[in-house]
């Protein structure tokens, strides 16, 4: 192997409940996975293909650390959601033995700089400066689906400043976790350390510098992040 012209970036890893961490290697993210979130965006809730876009790994914020409001938005949102951690990965997965490819689940929330996302899809430009910005994806402790097992319903709620702003339940999601891991695993190879944000429920809203937000899927964990 030839020498590295620079320092190789430090691996990023969860924290993991109990002990350890988790080695991520890919963070994929599902779009408008449940209805009433897909209506207030504007969009058709109808079941349609899901579609996913990426953040960078080292785009995730762990152990409640604060999280900077980032530059070049003045329309930053919340989005609540279950993340999906594998251990096993491979191609053409079916939704049969999706879930024995799934190491655990973790808290965590998609931050998006709307008006960018909004422009971009305007001109119909990709979202990624509005989705993948550095310290986009805060997350809390992995939890191992040997603990926990796999959870298809339980609630999904997000407080900010101590209210309430999004609350559903795991059941109302258009593509369920393993149907999920079996279409992405069509379009990619998917391998052991791979994250998937699993969509956000209604309620998605603006969030601003001293703003604490406290999230949890019932069954699995929470999140806690202040933007600062």
Known sequence: MADLVFPAPAPVSIPVAGGGAFPVRRVFCVG?????????MGSD???E????????ADALVTDGA???YPPAT???HHEMELVVGLAEGGVDITEAEALAHVWGYGAGLDL???DLQGQAKKEGKPWDMGKGFDHSAPIGLMVPAARIGHPAAGRIVLHVNGKQRQISDLANMIWSVPETIAYLSRLVRLAPGDLIFTGTPEGVAAVGRGDLLEGEVEGV????TRIV
């Open 32 to 40: 408008r996975n449940y209805a009433a979130h897909a209506r207030e």
């Open 45 to 47: 809730p109808d079941r």
């Open 49 to 56: 293909p899901p579609f996913f876009f990426m953040k960078p």
């Open 66 to 68: 604060d999280t900077p």
């Open 74 to 76: 003045a329309d930053l």
């Open 112 to 114: 998006t700089r709307r």
């Open 221 to 224: 964990g929470t999140i806690r």
